[in-house]
């Protein structure tokens, strides 16, 4: 992450103070945000960590229980947070962001609007892209979520680059100051439809648009819009497929009986020819499909503001 003041800046080349935002990392699964606070502890399954034990170690860090247990703290990058942040909506996930932020071509600099701002896991990933110069300005209609957003970009450092609105898009479009000025554009709405003309006003010329539907009904309905104000076109659904890496047994095929290091018990087997060889089990590192793969998320439509010469 990355914040204004260069002292509480979070960096991996920094140690831990005091008031810092950490990832304890138990395994790839089991992850939690905690704010350092000198004097306290932390009490998980692997025993009791002193938060005092933490200050002064730099990121990356392992540590250990008064039980001999450990944990990892790692800094919260905007892909971790996206795996440990308080879901008040329905978020994106590491695969559909980066794809968003590679297409619509967000870089140092960029000025992004962004509607609608749900939990943030999204804008968190944008507000890296355009550091340290551009900005992101994000609207949601709900206030309650939209203030929640905006503690956890002052817990991660990024409130000097997010800045939070409350605004129904759908129903008033985006405001009239950014008319021209932004770089991208992205919708998560119901209706992306009815924000599509303010958004094609509040392009520079180029500039590119966004739109996450989660059903392609709405993905046609937008598509019918966007022919008015843009071209190039395209809809995308990305789907990632991860893969366990842990030891486990493997069967070995031996010639004489005997296994590497010439003790292996080994078992005959026979083969469809009617012969037979002998095996052994061994231990290995193998990799195989997680049981539960997530499947679709949403449609992501990208579109070009058509040129006006």
Request: hydrophobic content about 40%; overall charge positive; proline content about 4%.
């Amino acid at each position: 992450m990355l914040a204004g003041d260069p002292a509480k800046r979070i960096s991996f080349n920094r140690c831990i103070r005091n008031g810092d935002l950490v990832i304890v990392y138990e395994r790839h699964d089991s992850m939690k945000a905690v704010t350092v606070a000198e004097g306290s502890v932390l009490q998980n399954r692997f025993g009791v960590f002193k938060y005092s034990d933490w200050i002064g170690k730099p990121f990356g860090s392992k540590v250990f229980s008064n039980k001999g247990g450990f944990v990892y703290l790692l800094a919260p990058t905007p892909e971790l947070w996206t795996l440990v942040l308080s879901h008040r909506t329905q978020i994106l996930y590491i695969a559909d962001i980066s794809f968003v932020v590679m297409y619509l071509e967000i870089v140092p600099g960029c000025l992004v609007l962004e509607s609608g701002t749900g939990s943030g896991s999204l804008t968190t990933s944008l507000a890296r892209a355009v550091a340290p110069a551009g900005h992101v300005h994000t609207f949601d209609f709900h206030e309650q979520r939209a203030a929640s957003a905006r503690d956890d970009f002052q817990r991660t450092g990024l409130s000097n680059l997010v800045r939070v609105g409350v605004r129904d898009i759908q129903g008033q479009g985006f405001p009239d100051d950014f008319a021209g000025l932004a770089d991208a554009v992205f919708l998560d709405l119901p209706q992306p439809w009815l924000a599509i003309p303010s958004a094609a006003k509040m392009l520079k010329q180029d500039g590119t648009l966004c739109s996450f539907s989660p059903c392609i009904e709405q993905v046609q309905r937008s598509c019918e819009t966007l022919r008015t104000s843009f071209t190039d076109i395209r809809t995308f659904e990305v789907l990632l497929r991860t893969y366990e890496v842990g030891e486990g047994k493997m069967e070995r095929l031996q010639e004489n009986g005997k296994g590497s290091n010439g003790s292996l018990p080994c078992k005959r087997r026979q083969c469809s020819d009617g012969g037979y060889v002998l095996s052994s089990n061994i231990s290995s590192v193998v990799a195989k499909p997680c049981g539960e793969a997530r499947g679709h998320t949403g449609y992501l439509t990208f579109a070009r503001l058509k040129c006006l010469s």
